[in-house]
T-cell receptor, first 109, second 116 residues
Framework: GQNIDQPTEMTATEGAIVQINCTYQTSGFNGLFWYQQHAGEAPTFLSYNVLDGLEEKGRFSSFLSRSKGYSYLLLKELQMKDSASYLC??????????WGAGTKLIIKP | GAVVSQHPSWVICKSGTSVKIECRSLDFQATTMFWYRQFPKQSLMLMAT?????????EQGVEKDKFLINHASLTLSTLTVTSAHPEDSSFYIC????????????FGPGTRLTVL
């Protein structure tokens, strides 16, 4: 079976850096996604990693280690609008997304 | 980028009535569409996967006779909640995949259903 773990909630300060971790167990793997979801809205795509390493996209970066079953999302220069839930999702061998429970990120001034 | 629309954005209905939610891919052909449900402060729960022209595949615990899914074309899928009850009140989100290797799913804006 599959299992995804990520912290339930994190708090960070405006302008700082925060790293949201995601660990997983799976028998089939076709990539790992990170999505951002503001309250009452649908998720929006942030990143996709299928090979080991770091993918950088502006203030957001995502890292994957397949051997360790580990990914993180790194957010730099935090802004108040970054307050949201961040969802880690694993794509299995059938190309279906298996969702983590999400990490609620609270940004304080 | 790929755009997926949903209609209606929100709906309030009486218990026992049926509600239809439409999901459209506006600028690409969606070979596969997904329907999710999300209760407050919970993660997305996949309800069913539909491929154009074939019957939907429902996740365990999802009643196929209650949640009717039709994927009649490559740009439209509909979810009908039949005989809705207050416990069906939730945020329903569709997503679509265009069949490319990335497997990325493009999400609609969601439909908030409230059953009185």
């Amino acid at each position: 079976g599959q299992n995804i773990d990520q912290p339930t909630e994190m708090t960070a300060t405006e302008g700082a850096i925060v790293q949201i971790n995601c660990t997983y167990q799976t028998s089939g793997f076709n990539g790992l996604f990170w999505y951002q979801q503001h309250a009452g809205e649908a998720p929006t795509f942030l990143s996709y990693n299928v090979l080991d390493g770091l993918e950088e996209k502006g203030r957001f970066s995502s890292f994957l280690s397949r051997s360790k079953g580990y990914s993180y999302l790194l957010l730099k220069e935090l802004q108040m609008k970054d307050s949201a839930s961040y969802l880690c999702a694993l794509m299995d061998s059938n190309y279906q997304l298996i969702w983590g429970a999400g990490t609620k990120l609270i940004i304080k001034p | 980028g790929a755009v997926v629309s949903q209609h209606p954005s929100w709906v309030i209905c009486k218990s026992g009535t049926s509600v239809k939610i439409e999901c459209r891919s506006l600028d690409f052909q969606a070979t596969t569409m997904f329907w999710y449900r999300q209760f407050p402060k919970q993660s997305l729960m996949l309800m069913a996967t539909s491929n154009e022209g074939s019957k939907a595949t429902y996740e365990q615990g999802v009643e196929k006779d209650k949640f009717l899914i039709n994927h009649a074309s490559l740009t439209l899928s509909t979810l009908t909640v039949t005989s809705a009850h207050p416990e069906d009140s939730s945020f329903y989100i569709c997503s679509a995949r265009d069949g490319t290797d990335s497997g990325e799913q493009f999400f609609g804006p969601g439909t908030r259903l409230t059953v009185l």
